[in-house]
């Protein structure tokens, strides 16, 4: 069975990678591991790369990385995906850091690459930027969303954790609440992706230095009902949506429920359909949407 248990990194189309390597390091606090003459490798902190950009003529997610568990060997990763009518393939040093992967396409025409292991340089969390735990979560925009999600429920063996009307389905590959949502868009799209904070006076820390880089805060402080993170979302240099965000829900798959917190609407609180995505009635503004969307019309990916 393939068992990814890890988000390892998401990899950009940029039309200016200078810019966006500068976010990322200057503002984002992240560290600069390996330059290659178009495309530049950035850690968090410990992985050798957790975000990678790539000089293109267009700006989208490309490829998204997840680590697997060891117990399928890649080859046999591959047969899997074959017998399910997958095309898939090792690939040798296809990267830095990562000796052998395997590339698959999901439903939409996302590239994923399944690894067993990253090389690990731990460059360290950086004092100065908002330096963020970890690449949580990215939100998909699907052409046929039960497709998508039947694929990673059912090849991925992703956990359903949540819905948001019939809008967004949540999965998990680990205990967060999601590590992927998957929203039916009508189109392939990447809606936001997601990096963890401590806590709120992190959340704080990060306003003012997103406020003095003049990068606004274009939704939130927010608590969310699916997973009940606190977020904010903001724009990198290219539009995409980025959130940060603390307090995500953990799941307790053996239980079937979610860690109980205070703030939950019910205890014990399991995988439900929620009506809207704002536990706070802090209203997700329409004018949000309209910039992804302006970025997918401008950018097709
Ligand atoms: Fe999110």
């Not at 000796?99 to 292991?117: A, K, N, R, S, Y």
């Not at 735990?133 to 059912?154: E, Q, R, W």
């Not at 009307?165 to 799209?189: E, I, P, Q, W, Y």
């Not at 703030?263 to 997700?284: I, S």
């Amino acid at each position: 069975m393939i068992k990814p248990f890890k988000l390892g990194y998401a990899e950009f189309n940029c039309l200016d990678a200078e810019k966006m390597e500068n976010y990322y390091s200057d503002v984002m606090g992240m560290t600069v591991t390996d330059k290659t003459r178009d495309t530049v490798y950035i850690s968090s902190g410990t992985d050798h790369h957790t975000v990678v950009l790539k000089h293109s003529n267009e700006s989208s997610l490309d490829i998204i990385g997840y680590q697997i568990e060891q117990n399928v060997e890649l080859n046999d990763v591959v047969k899997i995906l074959v017998a399910e009518g997958i095309r898939a393939e090792v690939k040798s040093d296809a990267r830095p850091g990562v000796h052998q992967l395997v590339e698959l396409q999901d439903p939409d025409g996302f590239t994923l690459q399944l690894f067993h292991e990253i090389e690990t340089p731990a460059p360290g969390y950086k004092e100065n930027g908002i330096s963020p735990f970890k690449l949580g979560h990215i939100a998909i925009g699907s052409m046929n969303a039960k497709k998508s999600t039947d694929f990673y429920m059912n090849v991925l063996n992703f956990s359903y954790t949540d819905t948001i009307g019939t809008r967004a389905t949540f999965l998990t590959c680990n205990t967060d609440h999601h590590v992927l949502n998957v929203s039916s868009f009508g189109h392939k799209m990447m809606h936001h992706i997601a990096f963890e904070l401590k806590d709120t006076s992190h959340h704080v820390r990060s306003a003012d230095i997103l406020a003095k880089n003049e990068m606004p805060i274009v939704w939130g402080p927010s608590r969310h009902t699916a997973g009940h993170n606190m977020a904010t979302y903001h724009h990198d240099p290219e539009l995409n949506l980025i959130e940060l965000y603390i307090d995500m829900d953990q799941y307790i798959k053996p239980l079937g429920h979610f860690d109980p917190r205070p703030w939950h609407e019910e205890l014990p609180l399991k995988p439900r359909v929620w009506e809207d995505n704002c536990a706070w009635y802090t209203k997700y503004e329409t004018t949000i949407l309209d910039a992804v969307l302006k970025k997918t019309e401008l950018q097709p990916i």
